[in-house]
């Protein structure tokens, strides 16, 4: 690919410091990607990134702002005509998978955002949330989708500042929610992309003591900042229901995602941006409307 051909590409790895030879594997594994040129930052959330491989810089913030802030502070330093959020415990192990992502988003100029498909490495069996649709269908099979998993995103540049960026308020859980739906109310599509991998441990996320609060609190964010809002409490409701069918056996799990509801309601959720109809349109006529 001549020089003139490669694309720039900001890639923004968030850290807490906990994971260093995750890290250091992800991050070498961006800086052998060919035929793309490439701005790398290492994000320290509340930590001082050290020990990074030649060619990372480092961006250290004072405290954890959670993951969504922490990942805009990183773009914000980056350049390029697009940007790769990748998690600090995942790694992409083609040597080509940027030229490949950006080549599918050069070729469909329609998609706005690509999540590859994700894999353990190990050989683990591989959650099915990984793949972000109701119909999950083979891993392989790519289709338009309406949330993503966060860990390994790629996004042209302007699209990313067009949505505004991650939703800082959600500080965990459910970001990638908003980012997909912004994306389509940009008027692009959110693609995942099963010809496309990365690498990802299989770990639970309700490993995060906060997971459940969390989850129910921005459900409701999620509703209050992006549904026209008639369509909010029927979003809520028919997640409610959801978890009611899931864990009726389980009191003390929803009556802590019930107190999630109820502070999503009442904490600031930040800036609002409801989503228009023809959105509204466009994603259930694309396979899901946002009420589920």
Known sequence: MPHHDRPRIGVVSLSQGTRPEDLRRGLESVLAQQDVELDVVCVGNGWEPTGLPEGVRALALPQNVGIPAGRNAGAEVVEGQYVFFLDDDASIPSPTFLRDAVALLERDPSLGLVQPRVVDPTGAANPRRWVPRIRKGSPSDS?????????????????????????????????????????????????????????????????HSEYIRLNARNRVFLARRNLPAVLRPVYVGSWAAIQVARWWRHPLRLRTWFAGVREGWTADCGPTRPMGWLTVGRMTLAGRAPLV
Not at 166 to 178: L, S, V
Not at 181 to 203: E, N, S
Request: net charge negative.
């Open 143 to 207: 289709s338009p989708v309406f949330s993503v998993w966060e860990g390994a995103v790629v996004l042209p540049m302007d699209v990313y500042r067009a949505v505004g960026g991650w939703g800082a308020p959600y500080f965990y859980a459910h970001e990638g929610i908003e980012l997909a739906w912004r994306v389509w109310d940009a008027g692009r599509r959110a693609w995942y992309a099963g010809d496309l991998v990365a690498h990802h441990p299989a770990i639970d996320p309700a490993r």
